[in-house]
């Protein structure tokens, strides 16, 4: 049971230490964590309004030299079903998403070999020409791909590519951010630090970005708490986080596919927790793709203001073999039928029109 002083802390406002985050993550009952989460959600945010993006993951490539454990989505380069997005066929998910009412796209792929800072140029570049989308793409462990490739600065790279159309930056490949764990499942990919160094270069530019984390992977509950110090603090020093979006990892066709998958109980409890540690965000957003509809819905009750995208495409998560699928009508349904008014949003978290359809240059 969560102590009577740390829960009027909750009810306060007041910063959660270490000791009092990871007492509520693994002490309180779960009922008593989503009382505390949504009297902080409907102070912090608007209490009548859950916000959504209408949206479509595209992925560039699925080559990449990381070899995360927890992927089912990679193919080493060499590999028969390797592949790099043709530009042409990148510009027909564009045009069918501002058919769906996108507003932007989020970009992500691989960390392939082969591909140069010219290449993300020229994707930029050929997207910022043809149409008018918000470009939410290339998550840190990309940008600290390409800089090395080039050897340059991590600023130098970012600079680069918000030049050549770079709206924001997601926050995938957060996922725990401490040193044991990304060791134990990519080893690959880049460290915790240059992580929290790209956010806070990309910050410093005037990019917004969102932060992470995958859980479920075989972490401590110490480790989780240390993620989200991680970016609370970095959130103290910028200010450039628009929102946090924890989601349970997916063993399904991964390298730890023996790991047992965290169910509802265990998500909304983490999401819980990340509200009322998190006193700077505003914003959480909930992870209906990794959860489903019903779980989602109730992590309306725990903390988020958010219903995250439309997913008009995904990839990751379903090669995992997890597919849920969800249209603009259910999501306001789901938001509807919970108390809630839906809102459309973009990636600033500004509220748009009814239907606001994207068009071509």
């Known amino acids: 049971m969560a102590a009577p002083q740390i829960m009027e802390k909750c009810r306060q406002g007041e910063r959660l230490d270490f000791d009092e985050i990871l007492g509520l993550l693994t002490e309180s009952p779960l009922a008593v964590l989503g009382l505390l989460a949504h009297e902080r959600r409907m102070e912090e945010a608007d209490p009548a309004v859950v916000t959504y993006v209408v ?26 079903e390797g592949y790099v997005l043709p530009l042409e066929e990148l510009g027909r998910k ?8 996108a507003c932007q796209i989020l970009i992500q792929g691989g960390l392939h070999p082969e591909l140069r800072l010219d ?28 800089a090395r490739q080039e050897g340059i600065t991590l600023k130098e790279a970012l600079k680069a590519l918000k030049a050549a159309g770079l709206d924001s930056i997601p926050g995938g490949g957060a996922e725990v951010l401490t040193e044991a764990s990304r060791n134990r499942t990519s080893p690959g990919k880049c460290t915790r630090d240059e992580w929290l160094e790209v956010m806070r270069t990309a910050h410093g530019l005037g990019m917004k970005t969102t932060a992470t984390m995958m859980f479920g992977h075989g972490e401590s509950m110490e480790e989780r708490v240390e993620h989200l110090l991680s970016v609370r603090a970095l959130q103290d020093e910028t200010g450039g986080f628009t929102a946090f979006i924890p989601w349970t ?41 990794t959860q489903g509809a019903r779980v989602g819905q109730a992590a309306l ?46 990636q600033a978290y500004e509220i748009l029109a009814s239907d606001p ?4 240059t």
């Open 119 to 146: 290449y993300y140029m020229e994707l930029l570049g050929f997207v910022k020409s043809n149409y008018r989308i918000h470009v939410h793409g290339f998550s840190p462990p990309e940008v600290v791909h390409i």
């Open 357 to 360: 359809r994207g068009s071509s």
């Open 249 to 289: 990892f997916q063993p399904g066709k991964t390298a730890l596919a023996d790991v047992k998958p965290l169910g509802g109980h265990e998500y909304l409890r983490m999401l819980a927790v990340s509200r009322l540690a998190l006193d700077n965000f505003r914003n959480l957003q909930l992870s209906w793709v």
């Open 55 to 80: 949206d479509r993951n595209i992925n560039y490539t699925n080559v990449c030299t990381s070899g995360c454990r927890f992927c089912a989505f990679f193919r080493p380069p060499g590999h028969a």
């Open 301 to 346: 009750f725990f903390g988020a203001n958010d219903f995250g995208s439309t997913m008009i495409e995904e990839n990751v998560v379903a090669a995992a073999g997890t597919s849920f699928r969800m249209d603009i009508e259910t999501i306001e349904r789901l938001i509807r039928s919970a108390g809630f008014e839906p809102r459309r949003r973009n």
């Open 94 to 101: 564009i045009e069918e998403a501002q058919g769906l009412g």
